[in-house]
Structure formats: structure tokens, C-alpha cells
């Protein structure tokens, strides 16, 4: 698996919690609702263990050159070129 493609799966799970923590902190200033503040704070902490857990497993991973810590692998998405690709062909047929 090509590095680009680790690394594509590691930022897109990091941003994606990243960005739900930024929606519950928001949410919880906007409502004033403590609950969402302290899941905000929680999210915070949880995404900080992510970004941890990636950056040290990329560097002893790399390091000795075999998996040491998993990351996953990455998916591709063949499905969507294939429902482009249809959709493409129905409009030329129409």
C-alpha cells in the first residue's frame, strides 16, 4: 500500500473527529448546554490520543520497516467511479 494512501486514511479519521469536536464545542456555546461542552472537551481529548497514536505509529512503523502499530488499510472506492460511469453511459444512451 502506497504511503500517500496511509496517510490520506490517518487525515481524513483525524479531521473528520476533529471537526466533531468543533461542532459540539460550537454547539454547546451557542445553546449554552454544558453537556455538549464537556462531549466537545472529551472529543478534544479523544482526537489528541488519535494524533498521537498516528504520528508514533508512522515513525516506528517506518523505523523498523515493518507494522509495529496498525493503521488500517485503505480503502479504495472503485463504487463511485462505477456509478459515474453509469450514469455517464445513461445520459449518452438518452
Known amino acids: 500500500m502506497p504511503r500517500s494512501a496511509r496517510r490520506a486514511r490517518r487525515s481524513s479519521s483525524f479531521f473528520w473527529r476533529y471537526g466533531s469536536r468543533f461542532l459540539l464545542l460550537a454547539g454547546g ?3 449554552g448546554s454544558v453537556a455538549l461542552r464537556m462531549a466537545g472537551g472529551y472529543g478534544g481529548l479523544l482526537t489528541a ?6 504520528s508514533a505509529a508512522d515513525v ?3 523505523v523498523y520497516e ?12 472503485s463504487r463511485h467511479a ?6 455517464m453511459t ?4 438518452n
Open 29 to 31: 456555546e451557542w445553546t
Open 49 to 54: 490520543v488519535l494524533a498521537f497514536y498516528l
Open 60 to 62: 516506528i512503523n517506518e
Open 66 to 77: 515493518r507494522t509495529v502499530f496498525p493503521i488500517g488499510q485503505a480503502r479504495t472506492f
Open 82 to 87: 462505477v456509478i459515474l460511469q453509469r450514469t
Open 90 to 93: 445513461d445520459d449518452a444512451t
